[in-house]
Structures are given as C-alpha cells and as structure tokens.
C-alpha cells in the first residue's frame, strides 16, 4: 500500500452517524476525512456540534452540494436522514464510491420501499446500482461496487444470526425475532421517547410486527434461499444508549443438536475478525464503542436459541460502513477498526 | 369492616421483599405490622437497613424462631429467600395463615422441584396445601386457603399473558417467550451482575431455555388445559432497577384476528383492577412503584404478539402477596395498594 | 374534621407538577380534585398524557379560565410554566386560596424579579400578597394565607441547610453552595439537556454563580438575619430523574464545633416530620418519592459541611405545596404525604 | 524512533486498571505487552476477565513474581490494589523503571501516610524515590524517573483546576472543593455501594473532609508555593459509570478578574495537548474513554469557580500513566492515546 491516504467525504455530518464516522476516520491509517456537511453550521469547527473532537482535528462544517462534496474524494459518505438522503446520493457523479448510511437505498423493490416507508422513492432507476452492505456476506460484491447500501442496525444483527441457517436449509418453522436498542438508534435530535426523565427507566416495543428492518431482513433471507422464512419481529427501547441485542427463538421443522448449530455458526465465523461466537449470552456493554457482533447459540433439541449483540452505531452503523469502504478503496478489511470498545 | 387491625408478621424483612411489604403495609388500612424478622440485625430499628423508613416507623428487626414469629399474628409473610424460607414455613402452626414470596412452594411435584432446584425438598408432604397465589386467576381457591406460594414475577407476567389464550383454546402454536427484568430482581445482595460499571449499560439474556419460572408457568398452562403449550422462554437483564417485561410471539395453528383476541382480553381483564388494557405497548416505567399489569396486543392474523409490563417487585412480588392477604383476611382486594406508581 | 373533601383546582395539570399534583390528591384522605386544565388536551382523560394513572381516575382535563376553574373549589394550584404562571394566577379571584408552584411570586421586588428572568412582571402589584411557602420556616404565615408562592427545589434544599445557621448567626463567612439536579427538574418538554443519549452519563455544571434561585436564596437568608451572607451557588445536572443534592461548604468566622452545629440543626428539626437528621451523608435515592428532606453535617472545626437530599418534584415541590395547602385549608400539615418512598 | 517496541509488564491486571491498560497498550505503536500478571487467573486467556478483548490478544495472564515479571521489561506497571502495591513494587529491581497506579508511593512523608491509610508504609524508604506523576506540571522530573507515583483520579482533576492558581500565588482564600465520581472508581469487585438497584438513581456524598486525596493535594499545592492553601475537599458518588468532576468555589483575598484567570490558565494549558480550555462548563460525558480534561472557569470579580471533568480511568489513571511512560521511555508524550472517547 501506498502512503497516500485516500480522500473521503461525508454529507451530513452533524448526526451520531457523522459523529463515529469521524471517529474512526480521523484515527485510520489510510484515509483522510477531506470534507463534511452541514446546512445548519457551515463553516463551524466540527468541534462545535462534537464537543468531544476539540483538539482533535480542525475540520470545519462546509454548506456545499454533493456534486461539490464529491469533488476530488474517492468516496463519499451519506449519513444524512432516511428519505432526504436519496436526493444527494442520486446527484453523486458515478465516478466516485458511496456508502448511504440511510435505509434510502436497502430495498431492491420501489414498490415494496414505498409500503414500507409510506412515499414514493426518488431514485428508483438506481436501486439496481446498490450492493447491500452487509460485510462478512457480501464481501465479494462490495469490494468491486460503486454503490452500497449500509444495512439497517436491527437488520445487522438479526442477519447474522439468520442468515447461516437461511444457507444451511433450516430456517423452515416460525422464527420470533426480539430486538432491542439503546437510544442513540433515535438519532442525535431530541424527542419524546428519548427525554431522560421518561427514558431513564423505560422498556417498551414499539411498532411490533411492522418495522422498517423487517422487509430488509426477509429481501436478504430471501436471496439467500429462504424466501419462505416467517420472521415476527419485535423491536423494544431499553434504557441504555448504545447497543442492539436479537434473540431469535426458532422452532425448526427437524431437531437441530446443538453440535449442528455450533458447527453451522463455526463454518461461517470462525475465521471472522469482527464476529466472535462466545461461551456465553453476549452483553452489549461488552462490544459498546466496538466493531465486534457478539453470537451465543443454545438449543434444547427441538427449540434454537440465537443471540446477538452490537453497536448500533458501530458494526450496526459505521464500522460496518468503514469494513466496507476499505473493501471498497483496496484496503485491508479491519483497517482502522482495531478498537475494543471500552469496558466498563 | 371492623377498627380492628389484623396482625402481621414478615419473616427474613431486611431483603427487597420485606422492605416493600412494609411500604404498602405500613399504610395499609387494615392491618398492622407487628413482627420483623432479621437474623443478622436483631433489635435494630427497621431503618438501619431500609434508610428510607426513618420518621416513618419505629419497629425493630427481631431475632425470633418461625413459631415465635406467628405468635399472636393473623397471617406470616416469608420473604426468607429461596430454599430457605421453606424450613421456616414447614414449621409455621397450621393455625396460622401464610403467604410464601419465595419459589419453594410453587411447584406441585417434588421431582420437578427437584430437577428445577438441584435439590430434594424438605417439606414435599405441604406442597400439596399450598395455593398457587395468581390473584386474578384463582381468586376463589385464594380467599379460604391457609398457604399460599405467591407466584415469580416472571412467571405471574408470562401466565397473565398467556392464561386468557390457554382459556380460550388457542394456545397450539410454539410461543416464544422473551423476558425481561430490572436489577432488583436480583435482590439485596450485591454481585458481579449487579455491579453498577457493568450492569449500567448492560443488556444480556440468562439462562435460556432452563429458567426457573418456565416450570412454575407450564404448571399452571396445564391447569388451564393447556397441557401441551410449546413455551420457549428467554430471560434477559436490563439496565433498570425495577419493571418485568415480556414478549410473547405465538403462532397459532388457526388465525387470530385482533378483534378475537382483544375480546378474549377484554372477557378476562375488562373489570380487574390491577390488569390495564392498553392501545399501546405497555411500558416498565410507566408500572413502575405500582401493582399494575399493563398488557397490549397485536396481531397480523397468523401472528400473534402480547406485551406485559410490570414490576417485579410489586405485581410480581409483594403486591400481588397483598391482593392474597387481602383476599386471606377477607380484606377489600385492593386495600392499600391503590398506589399510582411514580412517574416519571 | 368533618367528613367534607375540600375542592382542589389544578391550572396546567400535564407537566410534572400536575403529575406529582395527582399522584398525591387523588390519594389525599381530606381532598377532592374537581378539576385541571389544560388548553392542549381538552376534554381528554389525564390517563391519555399521564398513562400511570389509568384506571386510578376518571377525572379529564378542561379548557377553562383561571376564574371558570376556581369556580366552587376551596384552593387552587397553579403548575403552570414560568412567566406564563403569573397571568393566569393574577386572576384568581380574591376569595380563592391558591399556591403558585411556578418563580413568579417568590421574590418580593420586582426590579429583582425583572434583573432575574430577564422581563417585567406583570402584577407586581400582587407580589406583596404571597407568603414564601417554605413549609418548615413560615407555617405562622402560610396558615392564614390566602396566596403563597411555592420554593424552587434548589431553594428548598439550599435553606433548608441554611436557615438554621443564619437564625443561629453563625453565616458570616463564605458559603459555597453546590446543587445537583436530576432531570426531571428540567420538565415534561423534551430538549437537548435532557436527550438521553447524551444525558444518562452526563455532569456537568450550568449557570454557575448566575441560577435564578440564588436571590431566592438570598432574599430568605435576608430576612432570617443574615443579609450579608456570601453565597455562591454553583448547580449541575446528574444522570438521574429525580433529586436535589445540596452540599454547603462554610468557613464560618469562628470555630464551630460539630456538637454546637449538631444541636442547632436538632433543636429546629428535631420534631420535624420531614426533615430528617442521619449519621451519614444523606442520598437522593432514598428519599426519591417522598417529602422527606435528608441532612448531615460534618464539621472539623473550622470548615463546615452541609448536605441535603430530597426529591425535585416532592419535597422541593409538589409535596411542599400539599403541606401548605393542609395549613391552609386547616388540615393535619403531614395528611397525604406519608409515602415514605420507593427504595430500591 | 527505532522499530523496537519496548517491552511492558502489567502487575495486577484484572481489574480496570489492568483493563484499560490493556485497552491502551494492545495499540500503541511503540510498545508491547508481554506479561501481565494475575494471582487467579493464571494461564487463562485475558479476555476470560476481559470479554472485550476476545479476539483482540492472545495474553495469558501469568501468575509469577514481581521479579520474574519484570525481568526482559523496559518497564513495569503496578495495577495492584491500594496497600497491596507496594509490596511489589518494593522488589522490583532498580534497574526496571516502574509506574504505581495506586495510593501507595504518593505522599512524602511516612507519617502522612499512616495518618492517612491507617497503617505502616512498608517500604518508606524508597518513598523519595518516586516522581509524582501529574504528567502536565512535571514532566521534567518524570522524563528522567525509574518510579513514578501515578495521581488519584480526583487529585489530578483538583490539581488541573489549583496549581496554575497556585503558581499565581492567587490561593490566598477558602478553597471549596466538591468532587463527582463515576462508579468504576469503586473497582471491579462488586460492593453495596455499587449494588446497581441502589446506585443507579443515588447522588450522596462521602468521606466529606476526610477523603484520602487532600493530603496529595495539599502536598503538591504546596510544592507549588501555596503550603497554606485551605481546601476543604467534598467528594460525592454520581449514578454513572465513568467521569469525574470538580467544583472548585475560591474566595481570593484580592479581586481577580475573568480576563485575568483566564490568561492564567491559558498560559498554563494554551498548548497542552490533553488539557482543553472549553467556553462552557465541561461535561464528563464528553471526556469519557478519553485522555483529555476539559476546564472551564467563571468569575463574578469576587467569587472564582474552576470546573473540570475528566474520566477516571483515563486521564485520571490509565491515560496519564501512558503519558508518564512515554516520557520514561522516550516517546512521543500522545503515543497511543489519540482516541477522542465514545459518544454518545
């Protein structure tokens, strides 16, 4: 590898999603974070809205379009919100690489995005250009895209506990799918479900069966050869800030030893520097700050267990955006992603 | 209702079971709390150990046997911890009511108790005088009985869950069973799963599929006709202090519309004090210091979800022990426990 | 006392003050709240934006004046915001009792009021009227008001620590007077201090040496004698909901010793319900729900320290204002207030 | 600088020190963990402690003597409890350069030091061998050290706030000193003070006036020409996990303007690295999992408030070591300890 760093660029860069972005892009060995947006505080230091980045780097907030942003990058972040983040990422020159962070670009089929999220896409006519990013999956079709769809955080987790048995045949019974997430999922602005008085203590569902990640999770389960799988998902806020835990209850058609599955999840993650099978059920307060997926499988014989946890904002968000931009940019695939997370 | 106060006795009242029996009853208008006992802090005032009592009682733990206990009182609470509350209330006079907060009574069969314990029972010839304490369900065996085993908290959440649909015959299909729970549930004790650093941001499953509760929760499935429920169940801590959660997902043989199960509901819980409908999932929060169950459910016509939030130490613990006192001593039901809650 | 329930208005009834307002009237053996307003809620139950209290009343919120809303009650309430309180209240009628939970009538001079909230009063003409409603200090005056204005919680606990040593003369140093706050003292409106992500491990001071309770502060310090007290007051916000923690750092001029501070502090609470002297520092989880105020000190001769624990919303609020109303209204001061908390 | 990486030894390693040295350590660029040692654990993997760190190191931890693990080092860390250390670190060999994270080798004088711990120091005569290790005000004594006594955690927080007032001979007047601490100040060994259904909502204060940190305090204030500065020294527990905070309130003798505190400061920590001169108070949030201590200052011409928060296990302990060690070891004084913290 050469010593010059390639040149990365991110719309939208005052959210949480711009805020780790920078935290591991300013940290990675091979890239340089050139340019970042904002409509609300151009010409800010950075370090206004990130208090956390003074004497960190310089970088200030630029106002500028995304044609402009993607002036002499290599690749392009958008962490801007679902449905704004289309209409930038359509106007991006299709020399240059992008990672959408949104849910804007995940689902193949228009007329399945406009159920799910209530309005017309504005780009359908590229949908077709995306690679859903899901790293330790897609690997071979990230490295050489130009496009990539990051996968929603829920989406993430549940995915990879699903999909190894979705390849190895076995996802034929129902499958109860219980997430769980922390609060920074609900972005860096405040609202009611997030106000700390009522939060602090607070564990509830919210939209149970209708998701927004569900049609994602079954669009991925169903390419990989289990179009028939009956996923109920059911999403609940706890009272923590980062973190997303799946436990996925499944009732297989034929008994699976526990050996079997170990031996199904060994096959896949074994080797895999960011997915670690464990001894016992993972702890989000374990992979917080880190790339790390966390899986614990148990099963009675008749009934499988599978739990998973991540950082929503890290391997559910831009550590599995960066796994892919280094994919992307011919960079080895861990680069920049070493942290450990703090604990505790 | 006569001026007279019936009198009361808490065995083992330094834990979280005996500091909220003496919140409610201290304030509870028909009876009097006369006995406290305590091996370890015998003679010192009750707010030594639980400092929010000061200026509000001035009883003292007394050092006192199980007979000596119930001398002179109307009915015993045991909120001795688990296999050892059973030798105390073994030797408890007939003539005296009690109420058991601890697991050792709740199962009918010895051997279950066994495998589920890890040990024999030393009294297995009283199991068989001990009522099942779930207020709501079984009210009329409740009222007359001498003994009662005050059901575990996640088992009286999952059973006011899944009761109405064992009922109503519906209850075919695998059910998936995912709880939740705060830390207090883990009692007084201070250990490494409560060890503020690690527990504060923590989310983690326990014990899957071999809880303690799933045996206490088939027994009564069974009993209400249910015999061959398929119940997985997947416990999990949360970084709160108080609040039981579940999720129930259950796949019916025959569709559910909502409307069938909402009135199922509705026939159950309509005209119970403690068990709230709600139009929304129910939140921990929202129960949280209260003797209320909140229950919401949903369905897409072939599957079915049921949410319960309630506290652990109130509804599922000592409150629901109230409604059984009051029940016991032919007191209102919901004498002294009217309490809101605090929110936030 | 007759067996007649006293007539309890609430104005602005879906804040917390009205929250905390209920969870204590409806309960209240000698009142009946019959009725709370609120212009964004009309006609709805209270349970739709307090959901806690769901099956606990039926009683709905009305968009009424403040002269239709004391129409027929013995005493009105007022947990409207800041600055918009005095409009409402200013029209009372003469004949009504009423208690303002907001700052608009604390202070007695309107040019401090203007110099503190930053805009002129609006009925300076009516600041005379009301008594400062610091339970503990002023019953002889609240008893027969017909206005009091309720402390700020801050305020509370800062006097409450205070007073005692002023009136003993003994406040002739520098006093350093550092609050902690839990969030719910910043209201039921979500905003950027109280978004969880970034609150629930945040603290950090605010407004330091300029907090609008400080000539609160300084105006009862005043008229206990002690006009040149020297009080600075740093406040801070912690990752709690509830609470006020006062902790004053004095430097008396002459050595005081922890005996002759011991026996000022027992002989003015010493036969108060719900102030409470301990041995040890005292701790916002314990007297979280209640109306208790915990104080310590500590003293190594030439230094003093001061700490005071209540909860915001009780005793530095709602709870505070029931004991005035009970004065008012000739009722038992502690009557509905024993709650003694919910601890863990 | 050569390729070599120097060769570290970590004593003590299973607690958060060892953690967060570990954390450190594995990414440096300069250095390299080869031991690390562990009286229980000897021979397991550290990630059996340390989840976090599966699949981040192959290290055993090793269960041998001070000796033997200092031998082939360039330099030893003691993460060993308080009272525990020194016996180690006694026997390290001269010629192995040593960094003690406890208590045990910060105070001169043998006498303060059993005043202070309430026993004999074992080894006072190396005891004017160790540097004192607050890396930004003496650096110069630390580059050349074979023993640096590392600061408490609220020590180096008061210190960052006293000593530039200190070294402008303006410590003439009452020091008021309040401290917040995180819970991972209290270890990794669960205790009552840390039983989570307890600290989760507490705010209390302990050891007022007495806490062990004021006589590192006071000894340093008055190398640093203020011998008689008066500090009375609060510290409180705050329910969140990492951070500590202070609250410095001075009452100069003469006037001192903002303008001139702040060059003060400014003159002092204008080019740190580490040491941040924020525009509003600082936020323990936004330090945490960092090295930085951010600082604010406010004055009202009489009254002076510093405030500082840092996190303790970073800049208070782990992150200032691995400055100190860099200093020791001839490196660059930021080598590895770049990382901006994690949030939200």
């Given amino acids: 590898m050469s010593s010059y760093r390639k040149r990365i660029a991110i719309l939208g860069a005052t959210g949480y999603g711009g805020s780790e972005l920078l935290r591991f892009l300013l940290f990675h060995p091979n890239v340089e974070v050139v340019r970042a947006t904002s409509r609300q505080h151009p010409g800010k230091p950075v370090h206004t809205v990130h208090p956390h980045l003074l004497k960190v780097t310089e970088l200030c907030f630029e ?46 089929d228009p007329a399945v995005y406009r159920d799910v999220y209530g309005h017309e896409h504005n780009a359908p006519e590229q949908l077709g250009q995306f690679v859903y990013g899901l790293t330790e999956f897609n690997r071979r079709a990230i490295a050489p895209a130009r496009r990539v769809a990051n996968p929603g955080c829920f989406a993430t987790a549940a ?31 405040p609202k009611s479900g997030t106000h700390h008085p009522e939060r602090a203590e607070a564990f509830r569902a919210y939209k149970p069966l209708v ?3 569900l049609p994602e999770i079954c669009q991925e389960l169903s390419r990989a050869g289990a179009p028939e799988a009956r996923v109920a998902f059911v999403p609940h806020s706890a009272p923590m800030v980062r973190g997303i835990h799946i436990t996925a209850i499944l009732h297989p058609k034929e008994p699976l030893s526990l050996e079997t599955v170990r031996s199904i999840y060994h096959s896949h993650y074994g080797d895999e520097r960011f997915v670690r099978l464990r001894n016992e059920p993972p702890d989000v307060a374990v992979v917080a700050g880190s790339n790390f997926a966390d899986l614990h499988c148990r099963s009675d014989g008749r009934t499988l267990v599978v739990l998973v946890a991540l950082d929503n904002l890290v391997k559910g968000m831009v550590g599995q955006a960066i796994q892919n931009m280094n994919l992307m940019l011919g960079l080895p695939e861990h680069a920049g992603l070493q942290f450990p997370g703090t604990r505790p």
């Fill in 63 to 108: 106002d500028v379009s995304p044609e402009e942003a993607a002036e002499g990058v290599d690749l392009v972040f958008s962490a801007l919100p679902h449905g704004a983040s289309q209409d930038s990422v359509r106007r991006l020159p299709a020399s240059v690489k992008a990672i959408d962070l949104s849910g804007d670009f995940r689902l193949k």
């Fill in 159 to 189: 995915l990879l506990a699903l999909l190894p048995l979705a390849h190895a045949g076995t996802l034929d019974g129902p499958v109860a799918l219980v997430g769980v997430t922390g609060s920074s999922g609900s972005g860096a602005e």
């Fill in 211 to 213: 998701h927004q990640h």
